[in-house]
């Protein structure tokens, strides 16, 4: 479906048609599930070339290695996770009662939710897209997808590929403005996901409360990276600081997970700018003519980026530039930055960057960090690059964060045997394998009574043995 906003009363058609079908018969069988992840795996393996195009196209310019890497193996990864355990997941899970319930038996039995809506961002359009329908799928639950109005080339050759292999009461992709998305968001799904900013977020989660539908929010926030005392080679500071320029230039810093800023020793902040310059260099050595950086999604958030570094410089930050090359406001290449010297009001310390811009904040001791963090809204990634054993433990128990790689960036998200998911501003809930199962599942609780048992024994009247059987219950 290609919704605009004179396709409204569609949206509302899509929807009913399919909380219909999912009301109606047995709910989905393994079968039918492995079925419908295989076809979204035929799907993504037909198009992933044109896929990677169009979102390149839809950007201005991203590598189709990045795609890949960071988008396509990963949805791909998920797919074939749930079809190797999705039939195990499906079984009712026996649960131990106590004795007074003897012998009767318990067990959680999961079921499809019903109606799944996903709203996907436009960073990486295709993993926050089929990465979340593939957990809805696997639980057996009919999935309609809103895709963001920035990836219109992608968004067009998903729902027309999609609409091959799919029936539209299975799965559905919609396109559309921003009213688009808001009628999509009061539609009564029986679980609505959504991942973007911490601000849409709360309209989201506003409009899915007229509805009384639970919601998955994958929202932002100010992921810290720490540089911890203890790397203290040679070696382990450039391979710190390496994975952490990676980590942010990757789709040129418009990542939800990307390190927003980074927290190091005081003593080393001149070594970390030009280490982070060796990086750049080596991961872009021709820039601006290299296909391998991705462009800024749009002239507005190219300018809002160019205006965090002037504010910040106007307040009396150093802007250092960490490439050769200069931005390219035609192309909207926005040239990686880091920053020093920083006022605390700064919005680039305040708001989210969603780009290439590196605050540098030097410490003393970690203790002043892990204080710093806490008193920050919780972010959604927290990086920590050290070898000392117990700092790593001080930091992980101190500090709560969506989730942790150790001395790299984004690995935790990679694994789908791990949740994905936020905390306290940075989002509620979590998926990913096991986790996005059960985010789209209803675990119904079962209880099995036998033909004889003792509770009978406490039906009134009530007499002496009714006495002494509830004296032995409340016994401690």
């Not at 199962?437 to 609780?445: E, G, L, N, Y």
Request: positive net charge; glycine residues 8%; proline residues 7%.
């Amino acid at each position: 479906m290609d919704a605009a906003p004179g396709h409204l009363d569609d949206l509302e058609r899509l929807f009913e048609a399919q909380r219909d079908a999912s009301r109606c018969g047995e709910p989905a069988s393994w079968a039918v599930r492995a079925d419908r992840l295989r076809r979204l795996r035929g799907v993504i393996g037909a198009n992933r070339a044109a896929y990677a195009q169009a979102i390149s196209m839809d950007f201005g310019q991203r590598s189709r290695h990045e795609t890949e890497l960071l988008e396509v193996a990963h949805v791909l990864d998920g797919i074939d996770h749930a079809l190797a355990h999705g039939q195990r997941w499906m079984r009712a899970a026996p649960r131990a009662v106590g004795w007074k319930f003897w012998p009767g038996r318990a067990a959680l039995l999961p079921q499809p939710l019903g109606v799944a809506g996903i709203v996907t961002p436009w960073n990486y359009p295709l993993d926050l897209s089929l990465g979340p329908a593939t957990s809805a799928l696997v639980a057996g639950n009919r999935t309609m997808i809103k895709l963001s109005e920035l990836t219109p080339r992608f968004g067009a050759l998903l729902a027309e590929s999609c609409a091959r292999e799919f029936d539209a009461n299975e799965l559905c992709i919609v396109n559309g403005d921003v009213e688009v998305a808001r009628r999509f968001c009061r539609l009564a799904f029986d679980h609505l996901l959504f991942t973007g900013s911490t601000a849409v977020g709360r309209e989201v989660m506003r409009a899915a409360s007229a509805t009384l539908t639970p919601v998955t929010l994958e929202l932002g926030g100010k992921s810290p990276a720490i540089i911890g005392p203890g790397i203290t080679s040679d070696a382990d500071f450039e391979r710190a600081v390496a994975r952490l320029i990676i980590g942010k230039t990757f789709n040129a810093g418009q990542t939800c997970i990307a390190p927003d800023h980074v927290y190091l020793p005081r003593a080393k902040q001149d070594r970390f700018i030009a280490s982070a310059r060796r990086a750049v260099r080596r991961f872009y050595p021709a820039l601006p003519d290299t296909p391998d950086y991705t462009s800024i999604i749009t002239d507005q958030h190219y300018a809002r980026l160019g205006a965090l570094v002037d504010e910040a410089v106007s307040q009396g930050a150093t802007a250092h530039a960490l490439a050769d090359a200069a931005h390219d406001a035609a192309r909207r290449l926005f040239m990686p930055v880091a920053l020093t010297g920083m006022n605390e009001a700064s919005r680039v310390l305040r708001e989210e960057i969603f780009g290439p811009v590196l605050p540098v904040l030097p410490f003393d001791d970690l203790d002043e960090v892990i204080t710093r963090i806490n008193n920050a809204p919780r972010p959604l990634a927290l990086y920590l690059f050290e070898r000392d054993r117990r700092r790593i433990e001080r930091v992980l128990a101190r500090t709560v964060a969506g989730g942790v790689t150790l001395n790299d960036t984004f690995m935790h998200v990679g694994p789908p045997q791990l949740p994905f998911g936020g905390v306290g501003a940075s989002g509620m809930g979590a998926y990913h394998g096991k986790a996005g199962f059960d985010a789209f599942s209803h675990m119904k609780p079962v209880f099995s009574q036998r033909r004889f048992h003792p509770v009978s024994w406490l039906y009134p009247p009530y007499g002496v043995r009714a006495e002494r059987i509830l004296r032995m219950i409340a016994r401690r």
